[in-house]
């Protein structure tokens, strides 16, 4: 069974309703074995040819009661033309297919169409018409519980509280993590002025690792002696003066700098994937 819903509003409780008339999966082109599947986490760049995924999506605050609920076409109005369209759900037998719907999507649309009984010019009305993209915003197979998605920026909407999952640090995890006692900030630098990418990567050290180095601080201070030019003073604290010397601190603590073995490049990993010993 094959269902095209809309939703008309952009809240987790927000009202589905049923395109009658549309039998087939408007993302039939879309395979997702296609993709390598890469668990989600911010400190990975995937490529063209990967997708990320996330597992027990149901058991998140975040999911939908549509994915978690048995799916019955009765539970839904029809939909009419002079509701809100926000978002695209396409129902495949168990796989939901995602799509935002945006202003650019919406917008009037004039169409050159070459037919064999004559050519025409048509304007299709604002609002009346709206663009399917080849590849959905997102993907959810509820065999399995795990949804897939390329681009984290486009289902934090579709999906509101999903970004406590790549979420800025709070003040106060700034401040206990600039007072950890190997960290000495100096020329005034302080938590007001960590930027939005490293409170992100600060959240990610909170979410990911117990923010206790002491038992390695020998071992972090070498390795970033031999990377970086932070400034270790003779209490063997790491100098941050700015927004650039904490972000080389965390690639060091997240051991992102390193030396190619054939050539001896030294470079620094943009994307982080743990592959096991």
């Known amino acids: 069974m094959s269902v095209l819903l809309v939703k008309s509003s952009l809240n987790n409780d927000g009202d589905f309703f049923r395109v009658a008339g549309i039998e087939n999966n408007i993302f039939n082109d879309f395979d997702l074995n296609r993709y390598d599947f890469i668990e989600f986490n911010p400190n990975v760049l995937i490529d063209d040819n990967q997708i990320y995924y996330i597992e027990n999506f149901s058991e998140y605050e ?42 650019s999507m919406l917008g009037t649309k004039k169409i050159l169409r070459f037919l064999n009984d004559g050519n025409r010019f048509e304007v ?17 197979n509820k065999e399995n519980d795990t949804l897939y998605f390329k681009k984290f920026s486009r289902i934090k909407n579709i999906f509101n509280g999903i970004y406590i999952l790549y979420r800025d640090a709070t003040d106060d995890e700034i401040i206990e993590f600039l007072n950890q006692q190997f960290i000495e900030c100096v020329g005034g630098f302080g938590y007001r002025d960590v930027r939005d990418q490293n409170r992100k990567r600060i959240a990610i050290l909170v979410n990911e690792q117990n923010i206790d180095f002491n038992n390695d601080i020998d071992d972090l201070e070498h390795y970033l002696g031999r990377y970086t030019e932070l400034n270790i003073n003779r209490f063997n604290r790491v100098e941050i003066s700015s927004d650039k010397d904490l972000k080389n601190l965390i690639y060091g603590i997240q051991e992102r700098y390193y030396t190619t073995e054939v050539h001896n490049y030294r470079r620094i990993a943009n994307s982080v994937i743990d592959i096991g010993d």
Do not use: G, M, W
């Open 124 to 140: 299709f009305n604002n609002s009346q018409s709206i663009s399917i993209n080849d590849e959905p915003d997102a993907t959810y």
């Open 62 to 103: 975040f999911c939908l009661d549509i994915l978690r609920n048995d799916f019955n076409t009765i539970d839904f109005d029809n939909f009419n033309a002079a509701l809100d369209k926000k978002l695209l759900l396409q129902y495949d037998n168990d796989v939901f297919y995602f799509q935002k719907i945006t202003k």
